[in-house]
């Protein structure tokens, strides 16, 4: 794989030792990184700290993907979570 290929992709889904990591090229808001960021949750794992993606970014991106696992996946944390928080996305809702 070139780097150009990889340069021109708007998702890379990528094998690490601990899961798959799936790395998206930024976009606009709401699910650009800066948003995104601040809305994060802080975790701990022994110790170390990293942010993951609160629920309304998850939401977000499970909606922009819209895969079957994912529209799976938004009616068990609707399940979980009651109402999902749902933010207008540029191309998908305007």
Not at 35 to 46: K, S
């Amino acid at each position: 794989m070139s780097e150009e290929h990889l340069l021109d992709q708007a998702h890379l889904r990528v094998l690490t030792v601990a899961g798959v990591l799936d790395i998206v090229r930024g976009g606009v808001a709401p699910l650009d990184f800066e948003t995104v960021a601040r809305e994060a949750i802080t975790a701990d794992y022994g110790g170390v700290k990293f942010l993951v993606a609160g629920l309304r970014s998850i939401v977000g991106f499970k909606r922009l993907a819209d895969r079957p696992r994912d529209r799976n996946d938004l009616l068990a944390l609707e399940e979980i979570h009651g109402k999902l928080p749902v933010d207008p996305i540029p191309g998908l809702d305007t």
